[in-house]
Structures are given as C-alpha cells and as structure tokens.
C-alpha cells in the first residue's frame, strides 16, 4: 500500500500535465476534428516527458535539490533568469486557466456562472496550497483525478470501429476536410502541452518536498513510468471518445460540458458523474500544481526557503508569491476572460519556452559534481538529444502556425 501511495505524485503531475482543462477541451476538439490521427504525438510527447521528469526525479533524489535551484548554480544567473520568465510565463498563464477550469467544473453541477465561482475557487487553492500538507494534497487529488478512467470505459462501450482508429493511430495522415497546417497546429500544442516546463520543476521540487534518497529512485521512477503514461492514455480515451460521438456528426467542441457528453451516451447520469467528479480533482491538481510551481520556480531562483515542509513564517516569501499569484489569477478571471482560450495559449507559448527548460535539465543530468555515479547514461544522453531537435523543430513552428491557422479555426 506504501508503494502504491508513493506513485501518486506522479500520477497528480501527469494529470496536471495531460488532463487540465485545456488539454481536456484540446483532446476533445483534436478528436472530433482528427479522430486518433495525432496520437502518435501524444505517445511521443509521453516518453519525452518521461525522459526529462526522470532526469529531473534523479537530480532531486541524489543532490536533495530541485533542479531549477541547480539550473542557476551551474548556468549562471543569466541563463536561470531566461528559463525563470519562459517558464513563468507559461505556468502563470496556466494557473489562471486552472483556477478557472475549476469554476467551470462546479458549474456542471450548480449553475452557478463561473466567474461568481471564481473567488471562492481561488481561495481553495490558496488554503490547499497553505495548509495542507504535500502528501495530502497529492495522494488525494492525483488518486480522485483517476475518476477520469471512465472516459477508457466509455471508449470501450462505445464499441468504436478499432481498425479505423488504429489505422488512424499509425498511419500519419489526417481526414480529407482538414489541412496540413490545422493538423500540424494541433501537432504542436499536443506536443507542447506534454512537455510543459512546470511538470519537470514541480517534479523534481516535488520529491525535494518529500525527501527522496538514493534509495528511492525506483519509487521516482515508478511515478514517472506509471504516471506519464497514465495521463497519455486519459488523453486518448477522451480524443477518441470524442471521434466516436462528434466526428460522424461533423460537430465541433467548444466547451465543458460537450467533453463529457460522450460518456453520458455510454454510460448514462452514473458516468457522466464520475467525468465531472474527475474534471474538479484534474483541474484543481493542475491549479495547485501551477500555482505551487510559480513558487518554487521564483524561490529557488532568488535563493528563498520554499516548500509546504517548511513552516510559513520560515519561508514567508514562498508563501507570499503564492498569495500574489492567486490574487493576480482571480483578478483576471473575474473580468470574464474565457480560461479555456487561456489554456490554449499557453500550450502554443509552452512549446516555445521548452529549449530554455529541457536543455539545462540535460546539462545538469550529466553533471558528476551533482550527480555522481548517477549521471546519465547513454541512452538518457541519446533521447535527449533527439528530444532537444523536435523540442527545437516545435518551438520554431508554434507562433507561425497560431498565426497562419488562427488558433487551429
């Protein structure tokens, strides 16, 4: 049982990472629109994830620091300040969008607007991210968040022409009314989202928090090589789900609720529960996670003490980022921007930011003075690598391809 509790922050990162609200909505729409024809993006965008979150798991394990604090120390200032205002920018945007997606969650169940849900919601996240403890947060969030296994269910009642999917799944093509820069947009954001800077920083703060040694990087590894995965086969489950019910009818998705339709046609109210108990646990993990993140990030780059371990008024500056981040969020969100649009930006705006992240991760990996025997090997180093070209590849193409397809319309 130890053992099955200590994935668990794997499990909260990769559902933070594949199935926040931008991504369930992204999944959703890419299904509808695509079918499976991007899913060998997601598998990709999985094992690059895994690569890079174990090696940030290794370096908090063995140096008992996060890798963004050793990214500083071993590039400079300058190149630390650069991966800080990338990777900022990329989890603020998120966790604006996440504090939103909550709201948009309950409002499934109340009808309640959400932005009347708004200031409630954000004051949740604060209270979670000050007072409960790290364990608490990730054990019960990341295993509720697993609600979003129904969508795997409903695929399966939903009894789909597998041949067409898996023809869909292996052979790179796309449907003949859409276009090669629409599917390669939507490349790019899948693969963006995967791979989102603040998974590897919460990561590797993550198992700083919760003291990983030597003698835990099987644990570590459990989390990245169940939890990744796991959020790569929700994100399929809910794109195919969606190619079942919406792609014959030529319909597209454009909110909340549609995502969950496919699973009340499956499997009734009963279902329909389960995705809405597991939309508000997804998108609050991602809210904590984010806005934990920010934290983190802002902290160990300007040498603060940070971490839930840590009492408040030890580590004042940590918590306080955390309040402004919060305020800020709401602020935001009570003005009625659309937290879904607010997503998908900041996928596009990921994939750009992911060489200032990905690159010092791999400096650092293979650095002896940290690591010791347990720098990378070659296969590490080889993955890597390749990663760091598709990382480029994508990071070139983003704005051109949200400027040319205007967002994927």
């Known amino acids: 049982m130890k053992k099955f509790f200590s994935v668990a922050l794997g499990i909260l990162t990769a559902i933070g990472g594949f199935v926040d609200i931008g991504d369930l909505v992204t999944n959703a729409q890419v299904g509808a629109r695509l079918g499976w024809s991007l899913g060998l993006v997601v598998m990709v965008g999985v094992l690059g994830i895994c690569v890079f979150a174990e090696m940030s798991g290794r370096v908090a394990a063995v140096s008992h620091r996060a890798t963004f604090d050793l990214v500083r120390e071993r590039l400079g200032p300058r190149v630390g300040l650069l991966n800080l205002l990338g990777s900022m920018a990329v989890t603020l945007l998120t966790f604006i969008a996440e504090i ?3 709201a948009l969650a309950i409002e499934l169940v109340v009808s309640v607007h959400y932005v009347l849900l708004v200031p409630l919601v954000a004051g949740l996240v604060w209270l979670i991210l000050w007072k409960a403890r790290f364990s608490l947060m990730e054990n019960v969030l990341g295993l509720v968040g697993l609600s979003l296994i129904v969508f795997v269910v409903a695929l399966w009642q939903l009894d789909p022409d597998w041949g067409h999917l898996g023809s869909q799944l292996v052979t790179v093509d796309k449907p003949s009314d859409e276009t090669w820069p629409v599917w390669s947009y939507y490349a790019v954001a899948l693969f963006g989202a995967a791979l989102t800077p603040y998974e590897v920083f919460f990561f590797s703060s993550g198992g700083v928090e919760e003291h990983w ?9 459990l989390n990245v090589f169940i939890g990744f995965p796991l959020g790569g086969l929700l994100s399929l489950a809910i794109a195919g789900c969606t190619a079942v019910v919406f792609g014959p009818l030529d319909a597209s998705v454009d909110t909340l609720g549609q995502v969950g339709l496919p699973v009340a046609v499956a499997l009734g109210k009963l279902g329909l529960a389960f995705a809405i108990i597991g939309f508000v646990a997804a998108t609050l993990g991602a809210a904590c996670e984010t ?5 983190y990030s802002i902290a160990q780059y300007f040498g603060w003490q940070w ?12 918590h306080l980022t955390l309040i402004i981040v919060t305020l800020l969020a709401m602020a935001i969100l ?4 659309d937290p879904i649009l607010v997503t998908e930006v900041s996928v596009v705006f990921s994939a ?6 990905y690159f010092p991760i791999l400096v650092v990996a293979n650095d002896p003075d940290y690591l010791g025997e ?15 070209v598709l990382i480029g590849v994508a990071a070139t193409a983003a704005i051109p391809l949200m400027i040319w397809t205007r967002m994927g319309a």
């Open 100 to 102: 939103g997606g909550v």
């Open 213 to 221: 040694q030597v003698e835990d990087l099987t644990t570590m590894r």
């Open 352 to 357: 750009v930011a992911l060489p200032l992240t």
């Open 307 to 318: 971490g839930k371990y840590v009492k408040p008024r030890d580590a004042s500056r940590f």
């Open 291 to 295: 806005g934990l993140s920010t934290g």
């Open 334 to 337: 009570v003005t009625g921007v």
């Open 374 to 388: 347990h720098v990378n090997g070659r296969l590490a180093n080889g993955l890597g690598m390749i990663y760091l």
